[in-house]
């Protein structure tokens, strides 16, 4: 029997600004005929009126979007006080008005330490989260509200400045994989003793990957792909010798050495700078491969 035949598709990562208008779903799509592959895949959705960094993983790389996922990400957003939305944000309809017109900006200020650092969220109706096997987005669609479980967040960063407008402030926040800054202006709404909803949404990084090197969808092209080494540049790397690599190839767990910062996971790589494996913690001081991008018989 023929050895299996590795897909010659390009792989790496490409770093999208995603303008307004588009699913996430839509990039993956449209990109696929850029890049002229069906391995394509995104790490962290985006809402259809957002904008800014979209990751794609490319060939082997979609293998990788779990790591991309957890890395913590930044937004800049506008707060409009006064106006809840079933969304959440602009996109949805009125559900609720209440008279700020006495809020100042000190108020607001003097408000945001109380949702900075580790905080309990919950996950507005319409979203991704999944309930008894069903996306709540799905359930909102068909008028039904569901009990949701708060989650554990963590808000690295939230600051705020004022606008023109006394009920409208301009925000940054940096937070953790899992946030929902939406849910994040909504409850500022309340802490204030009123409400508030989210627009102009714009995520400007996740992890180290920012806007200046983002690229508009209709420029994207295997050209501009990312190496899967730097695709994994937010974690700590290992470079093994021609002899690990082998082993690595085959799937060997490697004994923790000084090379091994950190709690994992580790991008190995060899000595060119290529992208190997990614390891995790194991047992006895040892760390197994969690997933081998380059297999001894493929590099």
Not at 60 to 78: G, M, N, S, W
Not at 118 to 130: E, N
Not at 164 to 182: Q, W
Not at 211 to 220: N, S, Y
Request: hydrophobic letters at 40%; glycine letters at 10%; aromatic letters at 4%.
């Amino acid at each position: 029997m023929s050895a299996k035949k590795r897909d010659d598709g390009p792989d790496g990562l490409v770093v999208v600004d995603k303008d307004a208008g588009w699913t996430s779903h839509d990039v993956v799509a449209k990109s696929r005929g850029l890049l002229g592959t069906r391995k394509v895949g995104h790490s962290g959705t985006l809402d259809p009126d957002a904008t800014g960094v979209l990751l794609l993983g490319v060939g082997r790389v979609t293998r990788l979007l779990k790591y991309l996922t957890a890395l913590p990400k930044t937004y800049t957003c506008e707060i409009v006080f006064g106006t809840e939305t079933s969304t959440l944000d602009a996109a949805g309809e009125v559900t609720a008005t209440h008279d700020m017109a006495s809020l100042t900006f000190a108020q607001v200020e003097a408000a945001v330490p109380q949702l900075t650092g580790d905080i309990m969220q919950i996950p507005p109706m319409v979203s991704a989260v999944k309930i008894d096997g069903k996306r709540l987005h799905q359930l909102a669609r068909e008028g039904i509200e569901v009990e949701r479980a708060p989650r554990p967040v963590t808000i690295h960063r939230f600051t705020v400045a004022p606008t023109n407008d006394p009920l409208i402030v301009t925000a940054e926040v940096e937070c953790s994989s899992g946030t929902y800054v939406r849910t994040l202006a909504a409850d500022l709404g309340h802490a204030l003793g009123g409400g508030a909803h989210l627009r102009e949404l714009r995520r400007t990084a996740i992890g180290s990957f920012t806007l200046p090197e983002a690229h508009a969808l209709e420029t994207v092209s295997p050209e501009v792909l990312l190496t899967p080494a730097e695709a994994m540049r937010d974690n700590p790397i290992v470079v093994v010798s021609e002899a690990e690599r082998i082993d690595v190839g085959h799937g060997k767990v490697l004994a923790v050495d000084e090379r091994f910062v950190g709690e994992g996971p580790w991008a190995v790589t060899d000595g060119e700078g290529r992208l190997l494996a990614m390891y995790v913690a194991h047992r006895d001081g040892t760390a197994k491969p969690d997933v081998v991008v380059a297999p001894v018989d493929g590099r």
